[in-house]
Each structure stands twice: as C-alpha cells, then as structure tokens.
C-alpha cells in the first residue's frame, strides 16, 4: 500500500457525459500528479500540482482539467468523453517538487470505461 | 525528445532462470532514472532510483544498473511471485517534474 488512495476504482459512463475524479496524497505530500495509462500508450503524464498551484502540464486534453484543494487532495474532471478516453487513470503523490530523492508513488488507479 | 525504450516486451522464465531487462534512454539530461513494478490492474510499485552511471541499487532478488544510455534490472533465481511488468521511466532536466516511461517488460515465471 503506497498511502495514495484514488475513488472510485471502477467508472462506467457513456460518451459525451463528464466525471471527476478524486485522489488523496500520501501523508505529507505536496505534489501530485495525474497519468493516463491506456493499452497502445502506456502510461502518459496529464498534469501536476503542488501545494495547490499547477506546475507543469503533459499532452492533457482541453476537455480535462484538474485541481488540488487545501488540503491537498485533488480531482481530475474529465468530459465530452468519448470512447477513446477508456483507460486507467493513476494519480502520484511526492514530498517535493522533484529534487533528489523525491520519488513519485502511486495510488491504486481509476479503470475508466467509456460506452 | 524525451524517450524510453524497453526490451524485451516480453520475457518468460522458468523458476530460478536469471536473466536482465533492458531499458534505453534519450533524454535531455537525466535527473533520475526508475524501476516501478506493476500487477495487472494495479499501480505501479516503486522500485529504485538510481541518478548517475556506474551507480547500482539491490533489493531481494532484483538488482539495477545504470550506464550513460541504458539501465538494466538483473533477476536473480527469480520466483512466481516475480512475475509482473516491470516499467522504466526517467525524469528529463526541465520545469516539468513528470516521468517519461516505457512501454514495459511483461515478466512471466513458472514454477
């Protein structure tokens, strides 16, 4: 158990609705990340917060956004899905900004489905 | 660009068969180098971190290596319960602090 925790575990949807997404860092984090992981792309990096301010940001799509709250947790809102979005969504967590030492751990995932 | 190339993609083994995975990189200059381990459906588990060539990190049965351009992950006498595929990503110079991975070596034992 890395200490991040995503919900939900299991998203059914049909295309064109909207779904957000929740992860929770591991105590002390400040920084988290999101991944999409799909069979023909592997695992692609979205976006990244720390302490509450995005930092740096992948080959995200405009439909997605994602923000970190006070407390640190953060959702990834995904919408006018289509079938193509299908995938598994992991969200990291790491003390830092990514100096040395700083390793990112992953939460257990949200296998999407898009109908 | 930033670029990681695993091989092979696949690898089966029988118990106790040692062999490494490869793991080939272009980045513009390397702030790390990681071996994540991931089951099906789950997260990936890290494994190493390993900065600067010539360094070596060891854990149980698994062992990482890192040259200019290319890491390894030695298996020694693996086990069943070694079987997973094993990911390869590094953490490129730059503002972002993202992880480039590769496509991962699917690691099968049989008892």
């Known amino acids: 158990d890395s200490g991040v925790t995503q919900t939900p575990k299991h998203l059914i949807t049909a295309t064109g609705q909207r779904v957000t997404l929740r992860c929770s860092p591991r105590?002390?984090?400040?920084?988290v990340y999101w991944y999409q992981q799909s069979l023909d792309q592997g695992l692609q990096f979205l976006i990244q917060?720390?302490?509450?301010?995005?930092?740096a940001k992948g080959n995200i799509l405009e439909r997605f956004s994602a923000q970190q709250f006070p407390d640190l947790h953060s959702e990834l809102n995904l919408s006018s899905l289509e079938l193509g979005d299908s995938a598994l969504y992991f969200c990291?967590?790491?003390?830092?900004?990514?100096?040395?030492?700083?390793?990112?751990?992953f939460g257990p995932g949200t296998r999407l489905t898009v109908l | 660009e930033d670029q990681v190339t695993q091989s092979p993609e696949a690898l089966r083994l029988q118990e106790g068969e040692s062999s490494s995975l490869n793991c080939s990189y272009t980045?513009?200059?390397?702030?790390?180098l990681f071996w994540y381990r991931q089951d099906p459906g789950k997260g990936p588990e890290f494994l190493f971190t390993?900065?600067?060539a010539g360094e070596e990190k060891e854990k149980e049965r698994l062992k990482a290596t890192l040259t200019k351009k290319e890491s390894f992950l030695h298996i020694t006498a693996p086990k069943p319960e070694d079987s997973a595929t094993y990911l390869c990503?590094?953490?490129?110079?730059?503002?972002?602090?993202?992880?480039?991975f590769g496509q991962g070596t699917r690691l099968t034992i049989n008892p």
């Open positions: 105590s002390g984090d400040l920084s």
């Open positions: 990503a590094v953490r490129p110079h730059g503002g972002a602090q993202k992880l480039v």
């Open positions: 390993l900065y600067s």
């Open positions: 980045v513009s200059g390397l702030r790390g």
């Open positions: 990291a967590s790491s003390r830092d900004l990514g100096g040395p030492g700083d390793t990112q751990y």
């Open positions: 917060y720390y302490n509450g301010e995005e930092r």
